[in-house]
């Protein structure tokens, strides 16, 4: 290959070469240079810079006064800023308790759900079980650990959810449910826990399984393997018979270890004498071969 059609992956160096190439060294050095000038008072270099010093320290003590009448002009709005920033904060604090016990107050009186329950649930409006026990586990920490939902409790107004809430949980649904879809704009719509599972439902598949392909095309039959992970994401499984590389291998191993197995008949001996492997003889640096009879019994 030409290295004009060579690829390229290497980096393009930017530093400048010459003196400037390296400024930080450049900046280090030049201010060694003067802490020893200023130590060793080279050119009364210390004298200069200490008497500018004392010039700038005797102007601003000179403005003490107003710095002082200022500083207390604005203490008093500052300690209100302050103040209303506490205040504020704990009536923010307050009012999420008085709605965790609104809701906490609401639920007990409903009974504890199970997976399971959940599901079948789910399953008399059209949510498949995948959908709903991904959905199950997402509202865990919203219902305090304890799922006590009906399938119309509002996400933002019973849940107490936010937009970004919202968002996450369609996200990772629509991820552990192997489907994809651009949620901007769609999470208004979403409005109650049945409306979040059926919009994952009604999501397009990102990985069809072979079983689910079946289903689609309304073929009848033997339902095929299909891989499940840990957490039920499900993966696109070739079929073995459909793997031409593998299955040809495995065939061409099967058939070596049938042809070993098979072990070819012993003919029986001739009682007649016949010639064996005649041992070989060396003289005078040629071979010589002689034949041996095998005498008759």
Same mark, same amino acid.
């Given at each position: 290959?030409? @290295? ?8 393009? !160096? ?7 190439? %390296? ?15 200023? @130590? ?6 210390? =004298? ?45 604090? &307050?009012?999420?308790? @008085? ?7 609401? !639920? $007990?009186?409903?009974?504890?759900? =199970? ?9 008399? $409006? ?7 026990? %991904? ?8 219902? %305090?650990?304890?799922?006590? $939902? ?11 959810? =936010?937009? @970004? ?8 649904? !629509? ?11 769609? +999470?208004? +719509? ?14 397009? !598949? ?27 994401? +499900?993966?696109? /499984?070739?079929?073995? %018979?459909?793997? $031409? ?7 061409? &191993? ?7 197995? /098979?072990?070819?008949? /012993?003919?029986?001996?001739?009682? /007649? ?18 034949? &041996? ?5």
């Amino acid at each position: 290959m030409g @290295i004009s059609n060579r690829r390229v992956n290497d980096p393009s !160096l930017t530093r400048q070469r010459g003196l400037f190439s %390296h400024p930080g060294t450049l900046f280090v050095a030049a201010m060694a240079i003067l802490f020893s000038a200023y @130590i060793f008072n080279v050119g009364g270099l210390q =004298t200069r810079a200490n008497a500018s010093f004392d010039n700038f320290n005797q102007s601003a003590q000179s403005h003490n006064d107003s710095a002082v009448r200022l500083t207390m002009q604005l203490a008093p709005p500052a300690a209100g800023l302050v103040v209303l920033l506490l205040v504020y904060w704990a009536l923010k604090t &307050i009012a999420r308790g @008085i709605r965790r016990l609104g809701k906490e107050a609401r !639920l $007990s009186s409903r009974d504890s759900q =199970t997976q399971d329950e959940f599901c079948d649930l789910a399953a008399e $409006s059209g949510v498949s079980r995948k959908v709903a026990t %991904h959905t199950y586990r997402a509202l865990q920490q919203y219902y %305090h650990g304890d799922v006590r $939902s009906l399938l119309h409790d509002r996400l933002r107004e019973d849940l107490h959810m =936010t937009e @970004i809430h919202v968002y996450n949980t369609l996200s990772n649904l !629509l991820h552990r449910s192997d489907r994809k879809k651009d949620l901007d704009g769609e +999470t208004g +719509t979403v409005l109650t826990v049945i409306d979040l599972m059926q919009f994952v439902e009604k999501a397009p !598949l990102q990985f069809l399984t072979h079983s689910a392909a079946k289903r689609v095309r309304g073929d009848q039959g033997k339902p095929e393997v299909v891989r499940t992970a840990a957490m039920g994401e +499900t993966r696109m /499984v070739k079929p073995l %018979h459909k793997r $031409s590389g593998l299955m040809a291998a495995v065939k061409n &191993i099967s058939g070596m270890r049938k042809a070993a197995a /098979v072990q070819k008949p /012993v003919e029986p001996r001739d009682p /007649v004498a016949r010639p064996v492997n005649p041992p070989v003889a060396v003289a005078g640096g040629r071979e010589v071969k002689r034949d &041996i009879t095998v005498p008759r019994d």
